[in-house]
Every structure is written in C-alpha cells, then in structure tokens.
C-alpha cells in the first residue's frame, strides 16, 4: 500500500511546530506517511527567522521565555514531549551537552547569553534549526519528511503545483503560511500614486527586514507612521545598518551619525513606544491566573445571544488584568498596601471592575496613587497633553521614555509584570471567544482584531529595554524626532510633499518619504501570496465574515483548523493554522509552562489530520 501523503505549505515554527505533532501522535496512524515541507525559506525558521538577516536585529522575548515543546501545563489529548527552551538549548550547546554546529558569528553571542537576554534572530534561527533537526530524528519508522525549498502556486484537488514545476500528490493539506502579505489597499495606492507622481518614496505596510529602503538618502526628512516593533527594526536598519555607531559614556547611550542616515519623524495613534520588556522576574508567590477570564468565563459569556466587546468582555479582561497586578503588588510590596490581601481579594472579587466601589477599595487599600493600576492612562498616555512647540513635547516624550526604562527595570514596580502575565493569560483565552461568533461584527473586527490586539502588543509585546536607550540616544543626536499623537498625513499637491502633523503640538513637518512601520492587517481579498490569490479566486479559500462584516482572515473552523470554503463548508482534508486564520493564534513559540493556546491547536489539528489520514481511501493513493 502506497504512504499516505501530507502537505505542509510554509515551514516555519508554526509548520515545524504541527509536524512534531505528528509524530508525537503517529500511533494514530494506519501505515506510512509522507510529509512534504513546502517553503522557499529554511524549515523551522523560515522566512521570518531565517539566519540571512541583518545581525542588528533582535527577538523582543528573553531567551528564556521561548520554546517550541510541550510542557506538563499544556492541556492537550496527544503526548507530551518536553524540550529546552532557547535559553536551556543554549547552555547544553555551550557545555557540549547538545550537538550543534553553529554559523559563524554566533559563538560569541552564545558565550554571553544568560536567561534573560535578548537574542538576535540569527541566534532565534539557530535554535528552530535544531529543533527542526530534532523532530526528524525523532520522527518514528512509518514518517519520513521531503523538504520542497519553493514555493507552492496552486492546488487542484489533490495536487500540489510548485513554482519548480513539480506536481506533488497530497491526500491532507496544511497551510501555515504566518502573517499574510497584502497588496496595497485604496489609501495606500493613492499615497503610492501621489509618490510617482512627485518623485517621492512611499513604503506601505510591510516586514521591515524584507523592505529594500536603499532609495532614502542620507538626511532625508522621512515620515514614520507607527511606534511599534516595526518602527524599532526600521529606526536601526536606518541607522546603525549605514554606519552610525552607539558608545556608552558618562551620561549614558550615546549615537555617533555616519553621515548617511536620512532624518526620521515619528508618530503614531498613541504618539509613544511600546513599553519596553520587564527587566525582572515576579518578587512575590505564584500568581492564581486565570481568576476572572478563564475558559469558565467564555463559556459563561458564550450562553449570551450577543456581546459587545467593551460593555461585556472588558470588564472581566480589565478585572483580571488588575488581579495580576495587585496580587503581585500586595505579594512582593507589603510595605506599601494597607490591608491584608484576604480581605482585599474576596471584596475584588464581589466587585464589578472600575465601579464606584471597587476605586473605593483600591484607594483605601493601596494608599499611594503611584501603586495604582490605571488601564486608560496606560492606554491612552498622551490623552490631554498639549505643548506649545515640538521641542517641549520631544523633552516631555524623552521623560516618558527614561520613566518606563527606569520603572521597567526597578523590581519594585514588579507588579506590572503581574499584570503583564494577567495579559498573557487572557490573550490565550479570547481567541475561543472570538469562536463562539457571540460578538457583535463591530466589536469582533473593531474592538477584539484591532483595540485590543494593540493594547496587547503596546503593553506587553515591546522591545528589549536597550532599544529604547537608542531611541533616546537617536533623539539626542537629531536623527529622530517625535510627531505625537494622533498623527495625520496630508498631501501637499502645491509642492509635492508629504505633511505629517499631530495633535500633541502645532506644526507640520514636510517631507519626501513617508514610510508604514507595521506589518499589513490580514486581507484575504488583497491577499499578495499567489497561491492564496487562486484558492480565493476558485472560492476554496474565503475571508472571515463576522455576522456578515469582514475580518480580513482565512475563514477556518476553530475547533480543527478546517478551511471553510466561500459557502461556509469546511473542507475535509484541507486545514490552516496562524495569526491571520479565525483561530486568531498568537506566536508558533511561546513562554515554557503557560498552556500556550498554539500548542494546543497543533496537537488538536495534528490529531484530526492523522484522522483524515487513517480513513483515506489507500485505492485513492
């Protein structure tokens, strides 16, 4: 009987992350099997990972806060297999314990890697390449892995066409193709067209490192649209990537030009950064997480006929947001709460968040205002502030900067990790929410896709603390300077140039370039990937309607990755999983012992594949 045959399309962590699944639970399978990883980029790492990047960039997770394996915690029906986490796998290849030959370059960054530093990408690359080597060898008898290193152009039944012209045979089919490329939509085409017309440069959306930004000259003025993790990547690709140079002096970070950087004027929605990463751990005892969002919570919220996201699921979000914190600020802090945390704990808990009585609580428990969790001041930091000139908003923004290093890297502000995990713990729960189709189509796409996946990134998904050391250091040398909130673009047809301006001071500044610092939202419909385009085009691949609004995503049912076609039928051997697909799934990697949503939908679609599989017709094969 011939071997059943699964394609794999991208092979990255989250494909690599699905394959060891497979073989984790391969004593569901019914003879043998091939897996064809399909993906121009190397397996495990893949595009985003992969080590031919630019060694200036970094992860924003601590090396010990990353890990492809299974752990005890996650709550899953296949097997558990642990593994190290990157910074456990670092320490045995350093000692010898673990067998790997590392890429040149990477071994003095391996020697001074703690738990708790920062790796580059190459390094992060390095570590999903042995993890990828691992799942091979642990592979059983009856799977063997064919590496296809192209891309996949189109699916006709069970037929694979590859960009190489080979034509593979796929009894089951996974895509897990990451964040989606998009084609510019009507705004952007319109900034792109005014560009042309002009002798401008636009860059819309895009992965930073993939984005050839060689076109900006040396003191160009640039507009930068985005604070976040795009904007970090961009800011030292544009600076230290041409020759600039920081150096460490008496009064701190200091960044000594090349002369080719061009000038960069930043805003944003908010106005500010990221908040940088914890420089700590917790100080006080365990967290109880969850303790108001739990899977009890969902399906308690899931009997509703209708939620709206701020009026329904907010509270309960903010209620454990703010147990996080203040179970950590009364754990490690005692000295500064004037009550005993039994007490404090069962009135929070019998209390509706942000009521009248609940501030009364708070304000009577923890006396200092500092040591009090505001979640739309931390929201909204800008909201209300108004200065006269750009140079008084730049000196107020680089006191708001030098407060989040020096509170994130004070222990005795260690509540705020508390609430940071509290974050992590509910981002692992809403995505069954969003499944329940319970929540209004605004509030889904709006609050849900687009609100609260800021919020979460802002506050608990920003970059290492030296990255913002460099944002100060640029500032301070006149290569970077901050546009505030609010911020707007016009286009000057007069002069043709683009104008970027704020809310936060009077003034515009007028430039050449304007530049998106993010990656582009998911759009099926403007999908850019070629494969995506005729599955779409054929109506075997649809976008997401929420109660009839779009969402931008692979249309996937969440309990089994199935793929849903353009009437709503879930096709039965073709699957998806990934941050753009209705399962709304965070990172293919994740912290050790948090029972990481990702590894519970690998194993649960690892599963219903072997299903597929093992009641494959074999005549068909």
Do not use: C
């Not at 595009?47 to 394996?69: C, G, H, K």
Request: avoid cysteine.
């Amino acid at each position: 009987m011939a071997p059943a045959q699964l394609a794999i399309i991208g092979a990255g962590p989250r494909g690599v992350g699905v394959l060891e699944r497979i073989s984790a639970n391969a004593t569901e399978l019914a003879g043998e099997l091939v897996v064809h990883l399909i993906d121009p980029f190397p397996p495990g790492a893949g595009r985003i990972w992969r080590y031919e990047q630019s060694p200036l960039l970094r992860m924003n997770s601590m090396a010990e806060d990353v890990t492809m394996f299974t752990d005890e915690t996650v709550r899953i029906d296949g097997p558990v297999r642990p593994g190290p986490s990157l910074s456990e796998w670092a320490e045995g290849v350093r000692t010898g314990e673990i067998h790997y030959r590392l890429a040149d370059g990477l071994d003095a960054e391996l020697s001074a890697l703690t738990g708790r530093s920062f790796p580059t990408r190459r390094l992060a690359s390095a570590y999903l390449d042995w993890v990828y080597r691992t799942v091979l060898d642990a592979l059983p008898p009856t799977i063997s892995v064919v590496e296809h290193r192209t891309r996949a152009l189109r699916i006709d039944d069970n037929l694979v066409s590859l960009e190489n012209a080979e034509v593979l045979r796929a009894d089951a089919l996974l895509l897990t193709v990451g964040h989606l490329d998009a084609e510019p939509d009507d705004a952007a085409r319109s900034f792109a067209e005014f560009a042309d017309r002009h002798g401008l440069a636009y860059y819309p959306a895009g992965y930073t490192a993939d984005v050839d930004h060689t076109a900006l000259r040396p003191g160009e003025t640039v507009l930068v649209r985005g604070f976040g993790l795009a904007f970090v990547d961009l800011m030292l690709l544009l600076t230290e990537g041409r020759g600039g140079r920081f150096t460490e002096g008496p009064g701190g970070l200091a960044y000594h030009p090349s002369g080719a950087e061009p000038i960069l004027h930043i805003g944003s929605r908010r106005g500010v950064p990221y908040h940088a990463k914890p420089g700590y751990s917790l100080q006080g005892a365990p967290l109880e997480l969850p303790r108001f969002f739990g899977p009890g919570t969902v399906a308690e919220l899931a009997k509703a006929d209708q939620l709206d996201f701020f009026d329904d699921v907010w509270p309960l979000v903010a209620k454990e947001i703010a147990w996080g914190y203040y179970s950590e600020l009364f754990s490690a802090h005692p000295d500064r709460v004037s009550m005993n945390f039994t007490d404090f704990a069962d009135a929070f808990a019998a209390l509706p968040w942000d009521g009248d009585e609940t501030r009364v609580l708070v304000d009577r428990a923890v006396p200092d205002e500092q040591d009090r969790l505001d979640l739309r001041r931390l929201d909204r930091p800008l909201e209300g502030e108004r200065f006269d000139t750009a140079e008084e908003f730049g000196k107020h923004l680089r006191e708001y900067i030098e407060a989040d290093l020096a509170r994130r890297a004070d222990p005795a502000f260690s509540a705020d990790l508390g609430a940071f995990m509290a974050l992590l713990s509910v981002y692992g729960q809403l995505p069954g929410l969003a499944a329940t189709g319970k929540l209004t189509p605004g509030s889904q796409v709006s609050d849900l896709d687009g609100w609260w996946h800021g919020f979460f990134n802002y506050f608990a998904s920003g970059p290492p603390p030296r990255r913002l050391d460099e944002l100060l250091a640029l500032h301070q040398a006149g290569i970077v300077s901050f546009l505030g909130a609010g911020m707007r673009v016009t286009l000057d047809t007069e002069h043709g140039l683009f104008v970027g301006g704020g809310e936060s001071f009077p003034g515009t500044v007028e430039a050449s370039a304007l530049i998106e610092a993010r990656l582009p939202e998911a759009s099926v419909p403007r999908a850019a990937d070629g494969l995506l385009r005729s599955m779409r085009d054929a109506g075997e691949l649809a976008e997401e309607l929420v109660r009839g609004l779009p969402s931008g995503r692979i249309h996937t049912r969440v309990s089994d990755g199935r793929l849903l076609n353009a009437h709503g039928h879930a096709h039965p051997r073709r699957f998806s999983l990934g941050p753009h697909t209705s399962a709304r799934s965070a990172a293919a990697f994740t912290r050790p012992r948090m029972n990481a949503l990702s590894f519970r939908q690998n194993d649960a679609v690892a599963r219903e594949i072997l299903k597929v599989l093992k009641h494959t017709d074999p005549a068909s094969r």
